[in-house]
T-cell receptor
Framework: ETGVTQSPTHLIKTRGQQVTLRCSSQ?????VSWYQQALGQGPQFIFQ???????GRGNFPPRFSGLQFPNYSSELNVNALELDDSALYLC???????????????FGSGTRLTVV | AQTVTQSQPEMSVQEAETVTLSCTYD???????LFWYKQPPSRQMILVIR??????QNATENRFSVNFQKAAKSFSLKISDSQLGDAAMYFC????????????FGTGTSLTVIP
């Protein structure tokens, strides 16, 4: 299977709730990153996982957490949702050697999260 | 901290004409990569072109080429023979060898192609 698949495509949650977003990467892609893209902005780095361990984090609070599984899938969990968490969430995966230069990353089409 | 600036929120071009999108960046790293990504309404970020900072030669991919000015920290994208399918948001992005686990993106330029 090729490409990166994210689910769900759209989601509406209430402030204070918790949400889990999912990403299924290409086989062999053991590096996955998550980005938050607010409306009218460029994507902002949340964190990266390599071989199921977090190996980099952007300026996001601990209520943003993640998991990566051996089957090349991953999750982004957000607790205590706030209105400002409304955004498009993108995941991107790569082989680690390709990722060094950045060009080997494949992005998914994202999950549009709306917090009301 | 690395920053990427795109000063043109919107651009338009006539079909078959040429358009240039601007990008500047700030970094203290000496080894890094620069990218242009296209984001159509499907929302998926698609790599358009990549430039390694150590290469003096400007990258070219078919109708897409860059003007990389390392001293000026400028990285513009030229689209030749514009097509209707080129209409999208274009993001300039930076990735450093020392901060290599993340992309830094600009705020994007919305490109409209006029038939």
């Amino acid at each position: 299977e090729t490409g990166v698949t994210q689910s769900p495509t759209h989601l509406i949650k209430t402030r204070g709730q918790q949400v889990t977003l999912r990403c299924s990467s290409q086989s062999g892609h053991n590096t996955v990153s998550w980005y938050q893209q607010a409306l009218g902005q460029g994507p902002q780095f949340i964190f990266q996982y390599y071989r199921e361990e977090e190996n980099g984090r952007g300026n996001f609070p601990p209520r943003f957490s993640g998991l990566q599984f051996p089957n090349y899938s991953s999750e982004l969990n957000v607790n205590a949702l706030e209105l400002d968490d409304s955004a498009l969430y993108l995941c991107a995966s790569s082989y680690p050697t390709q990722g060094i230069g950045g060009g080997g990353y494949t992005f998914g089409s994202g999950t549009r999260l709306t917090v009301v | 901290a690395q920053t990427v600036t795109q000063s043109q929120p919107e651009m338009s071009v006539q079909e078959a004409e040429t358009v240039t999108l601007s990008c500047t960046y700030d970094t203290s790293e000496s080894d890094y990569y620069l990218f242009w990504y296209k984001q159509p309404p499907s929302r998926q970020m698609i790599l358009v072109i990549r430039q390694e900072a150590y290469k003096q030669q400007n990258a070219t991919e078919n109708r897409f080429s860059v003007n990389f000015q390392k001293a000026a920290k400028s990285f513009s994208l030229k689209i030749s023979d514009s097509q209707l399918g080129d209409a999208a948001m274009y993001f300039c992005a930076y990735r450093g060898s020392n901060t290599g686990n993340q992309f830094y993106f600009g705020t994007g330029t919305s490109l409209t192609v006029i038939p």
